[in-house]
């Protein structure tokens, strides 16, 4: 449902369509904006091209007159290089052609065409910066009035929001410990009063459950507070 998601997103926003064409893999570049520790189990993936062929094409976009640009697989693209290597694979890759702005819709792009790709917590970590710089370069990639961790957790694989802000929150530097206690409903903040009492009555005050605390040491003390109520009383 999330990479349905994803991949609905990708054809309302990028609004291209991909041709399929065959490409020497030594003219396909690695994209520096991929997350490169993401490429794993190359071994076993390498042995499954080996067997079955590839079976999904890679994602690239012209880069220069002589080289394209890997914008999605590449765990196939490095187990693919492994078998060419190896005499075990021909060299012409099917590659699906894409139609790319670079900068803010390449990075989304390479996180769409992963989308397929399990997520662990690093991964999640790096995403979630990513497309938060992303959003921060260019608001108009959230749809208007989409809170923006609904909007970033179909990217990170996460059932919903409310999860997704736990990466939200990672990458803003917050933690459990830093969160912003939550006033208790219906629980109204005296603060102010509190504090505008002890300044005028110089005395301990105390406001709780709708009720007013005034302290005072002794007889004298009260008639000096009582006395400051009432200058308080003719400035009124």
Request: charged fraction near 35%.
């Amino acid at each position: 449902m999330l990479t349905h998601l994803v991949n609905e997103d990708k054809a309302k926003k990028l609004n291209r369509k991909p041709r399929l064409i065959t490409v020497d893999i030594d003219d396909i570049c690695i994209n520096k904006n991929n997350n490169h520790k993401r490429v794993r189990n190359i071994d076993r993936l390498a042995e499954d091209i080996r067997v079955n062929g590839l079976m999904k094409p890679l994602e690239v976009y012209k880069y220069t007159d002589d080289l394209y640009m890997l914008i999605g697989g590449e765990r196939r693209y490095t187990a693919c290089k492994k078998l060419v290597k190896m005499d075990l694979l021909d060299p012409e890759i099917p590659c699906l052609l894409y139609e790319v702005e670079r900068g803010v819709k390449e990075i989304i792009q390479i996180h769409q065409s992963n989308a397929q790709e399990p997520l662990e917590e690093e991964d999640r970590i790096t995403v979630a910066k990513d497309m938060l710089k992303c959003l921060k370069e260019d608001p108009s990639i959230k749809p208007a009035g989409m809170l923006t961790r609904d909007w970033l957790a179909p990217y990170l694989q996460c059932k919903s929001g409310k999860t997704a802000q736990k990466y939200i929150n990672i990458v803003n530097g917050k933690t459990d410990d830093e969160k912003t206690p939550k006033t208790k409903k219906n629980e109204v903040d005296y603060g102010f009063a509190k504090n505008l009492m002890v300044s005028r009555l110089r005395t301990k005050v105390d406001i709780k459950n709708n009720k007013v605390s005034i302290y005072f040491k002794d007889t004298d003390d009260l008639n000096a507070i009582l006395d400051r109520m009432n200058m308080l009383d003719g400035q009124s």
